[in-house]
């Protein structure tokens, strides 16, 4: 009987608060078909660290379960802490919203944007190639690429050469990142504005060549989700710049169904997985569940094996803070799976971000920090409105909301010394005044 009073209170929980937070929306007019960067970023909250919580408690992955996801009250657990932070992330973005301007992608239209002139491309193009030396620099660096020990049918290797690649690479990964990823991608989306603008033969060549060279960088280490994302990137772009944030959901049921395929693929090609049924399940698994899993074994850690940590995951740059960082993600990684940091496989275990503010300040830290990042998020969509409106601006707040959607599945402690923020404001701030100046 009690068995099934839980799983009955489980599901009114699970079922019942986004049905109250809907109800509410509609009561107040919200249209929930019309986008905002706090409402996508809100959504993706829900995604990735809500409804894979459902088949966690019901044993539906099979996956998960084998690994140890199994007790039914700490995933309850995890399902208040998710809706707690949700709740909170919601009243923060909602407290100082009226008393800012909407941000750029509220108020941006194709129309407004100018093209780029020849020499800006020519200007984009110098940038391009400065972004290409530092991705043969990095590929020059590492011994093996994943890719493509993945098509020499090599797994296990692949597998040492993501790691290689990334968390145990030893020349400064995050700065080559910056410039391969971020700073590409800040290219890639602005070429694609400029196509949304103006299909010329030239504008559709510039930025061919750019989706190619971010789409490699990508993928060279068999990261399907970062791809993805810059897919889904684009197809926010175009709801905001040409729809105007308006979601029809004929459009929406397509692009899913081809977002399913293309993934699908992907997860066949670099996983080595041959059903196709078995590789679409995967990415259900990996999507719902992949971020808010983990959050399992920090409720199982904290307090029980490392006392709550009070500030000392948070960022210590150049040692300047009184206290020795501790690296929260890996340290779960290496508790939970010993036998991998056996074999020198350097994991971490990232999720939602109320696990880091539970890990450091029990559950009062999940309703503070779940406020303070929803109104820090709030303040960052409406500076964007200082920005000229341009296809870089847009590409900016495209990016500060793939940017925020990390919160799902990461940390917020690194949002507080955002140096990848401040590296990428600086470089389309630069863009813009060499643009201007053309």
């Known amino acids: 009987m009690s068995d099934s009073i839980n799983t009955l209170s489980f599901l009114l929980i699970f079922f019942g608060f986004p049905l109250t937070l809907y109800m509410s929306a509609r009561f107040t007019g919200k249209n929930i078909q019309m986008l905002s960067p706090s409402y996508l970023v809100i959504l993706t909250l ?3 660290s809500y409804v894979g919580i459902l088949p966690l408690y019901f044993e539906w992955d099979q996956y998960y379960f084998d690994i140890g996801v199994r007790d039914k009250s700490t995933i309850t657990q995890m399902l208040l802490c ?12 909602l407290t100082l919203a009226h008393r800012f301007p909407k941000p750029i992608l509220m108020k941006s239209r194709i129309e407004d944007i100018n093209e780029f002139s020849l020499m800006d491309k020519l200007l984009i193009a110098v940038v391009m190639i400065f972004i290409l030396a530092v991705l043969m620099l990095y590929v020059s660096k590492v011994d093996n690429l994943a890719i493509l020990l993945i098509f020499a049918n090599d797994s296990e290797a692949a597998k040492l050469a993501r790691s290689a690649m990334g968390n145990n690479f030893s020349g400064g990964y995050h700065w080559y990142s910056l410039v391969m990823h971020e700073f590409m991608y800040i290219v890639t989306l602005s070429l694609f504005v400029n196509c949304l603008k103006s299909k010329s033969l030239s504008n559709l060549v510039f930025f061919g060549v750019a989706f190619l060279i971010n789409s490699f960088s990508l993928l060279m280490s068999t990261e399907k989700a970062p791809f993805m994302w810059l897919i889904i990137s684009m197809v926010v772009t175009h709801l905001f710049v040409r729809k105007s944030g308006y979601v029809q959901i004929r ?3 397509k692009f899913t169904a081809f977002a399913l395929i293309l993934a699908t693929i992907l997860m066949s090609l670099f996983m080595g997985v041959e059903d196709l049924l078995l590789s679409f399940y995967s990415i259900f698994s990996r999507l719902f569940s992949g971020s808010i899993a983990p959050s399992y074994f920090y409720l199982g850690y904290i307090p029980e094996h490392q006392d709550f940590l009070f500030g000392r995951s948070f960022p210590n740059p150049a040692g300047i803070l009184p206290f020795e960082h501790f690296r929260l993600t890996v340290e779960v990684m290496n508790w939970r799976f010993p036998e991998l940091a056996g074999l020198g496989i350097v994991g971490s275990s990232p999720t939602a971000f109320w696990a880091e503010a539970y890990s450091n300040f029990s559950y009062i830290g999940i309703i503070f920090f779940g406020f303070i990042m929803g109104v820090y998020t709030s303040i960052a969509f409406s500076l964007t409105s200082k920005l000229p409106n341009s296809a ?8 500060l909301i793939m940017h925020f959607k990390d919160l799902s599945q990461s940390g917020f402690s690194g949002y507080f010394f955002d ?6 404001l600086m470089f389309c701030v630069f863009i813009n005044k060499v643009i201007k100046r053309t």
Not at 419 to 424: D, G, N
């Open 46 to 48: 829900f995604a990735f």
């Open 82 to 93: 998710s809706s707690i932070v949700i709740l909170s992330f919601i009243l923060g973005s």
């Open 251 to 253: 459009m929406f049921a």
């Open 392 to 399: 870089v601006s847009i590409a900016f707040s495209v990016w």
């Open 419 to 424: 140096m990848k923020l401040a590296f990428v």
